[in-house]
């Protein structure tokens, strides 16, 4: 019987997932990424946690057909890697690398537009074609799905509104170079950010103020809680996502976003608030996209790999 | 031997364009378009057209054997127009409607959306699979391709690209109700309130002080012959629009970008502004979506429609 293996490599630990073709996750692990050595080992150290798995299923008459990979950082449409900072990778090919190693096909594609693909098959995106998922992390990465397909883009760029800058008025630069850029207003390190400026530009009291080095999820806890100004800070940094939303549906016109990453934790008053800012900011049709949370969490990855591998390997 | 129809639908003329599967456009006529009466003639006119095209082919061994139509207004993905102003019509189904009188499959679209799919298949974008036509006229209007095929989107938004707010200093409100619109920048409009603004604002000598009511071409005539103010006022509005095309990239990331309508008639002195100011907007990465001017100009239509026929009909 054929299986399929979705392997999700971070800077810091290796997700796998064994994977039905129906969807079904049957059995997951994870190991760490040994990252030293210009991350030479990461390869050859999953080749051997996959072969061993095949090995044992091979025993109960299963067969890994075609492996998938999610990797942190951009690919081309070929599959090369120029430059993985999160895992110290210069110009490489990993899913060819794979290959060799295994004797199965492997395809490999960024971890933000695979993970996206997996909200699409099983997670929040399940009953939809064209999703766009936006995740809040410490940064703001997205994926776009377009008739149940991963769309890369130009230089892998698609997917990458966490760098549309939204906000005319920022005066501090993003990573990136930019000014006002989503990634600076609707990360965990944008809430934070925005939050503690607003403290210290009012007077109003605020259950913040007692927090030293308050989090993003202090900021949620708080406004959950009732505190205006976290409530008002909040309301700030995801009107701006609010605003980005609106321009992914003017550019293309999804039928679903799908809010994911550590921020998204908070739930239905993010999507609350950013439904609002969305709607304020569509003029010309009043058709909107849905707005949903992420419902597969870390195991996004591992299921996009999975499903990346099952409809490119034809097998 | 088969033909494909490919019909465009405007407010004045209705076009036709006859095509052999390579693309090839054999023969093309247009009639005037009857709005009146709620738009109620318009289908049976096309539809007599086509009919007595399909009748004369019929002798010399040809036949159609299916229809594309553009369509100037927005429509749903079950083929179904609420509104549409330019031909007075009000909650019908074109596509269906002529495919009652005709007996061959018939498929609708909006005429942006159909445009940029002629430009992709035998047009500027012809070695391309992803596109997205900017059309620079009366408004901005645009149309996406992903993979080749025409993306529609929720509520037709997809390719809206006109009424993304690139703007935040923009005073007047747009048509649509936002402030800072790209239609109210880059439009031949656009182009020509802010020229006449930059002139009140200057005492800067121009040749644009000599024209009473200057138009668009005006301003783009007196940049080429070196007029500095009227190269200031194009540079001002297509700074907005190589901002736009920039979001557009970190949203889906096409290979090309086709700029079209009336205003690309100032070809490479546009192309030379927008592909700077795109560049400048990208951060992330060099490797940047090419930028040409449109080839088909008013033909954009029939051959899309065709070409939406040919994908869709199966036949």
Known sequence: MKRYLGI?????????????????????????????????????????????????????????VAAGMGIPGPMNDAGYVERCVNLNWNNCAPAAGLERLLSIPVFAGNDANVAALGEQWQGAGKDFRNVFLITLGTGVGGGMIADGRIVNGRGGMAGEIGHVSVNPDEVLRCNCGNRGCLDQMASATGIVRNALRLLEQSEEDSVLRTVAHPSARDVADAASAGDALALAALDYCFGFLGKALSIVSHVSGPDLFIIGGGVSGMGELLIRLVERHYRQNMYLSADYAEIRLATLGNDAGIYGAARMAMQNSGV
């Open 8 to 64: 999700d490599i971070g800077g810091t630990t290796t997700k796998f997932g064994l994977f039905c073709e129906n969807g079904q996750l049957e059995e997951k692990w994870e190991q760490k990424t040994r990252i030293g050595d210009n991350g030479v080992h990461i390869i050859p150290d999953i080749a051997a946690a996959a072969a061993e798995k095949m090995e044992e299923l091979k025993k109960r008459n299963r067969e890994i």
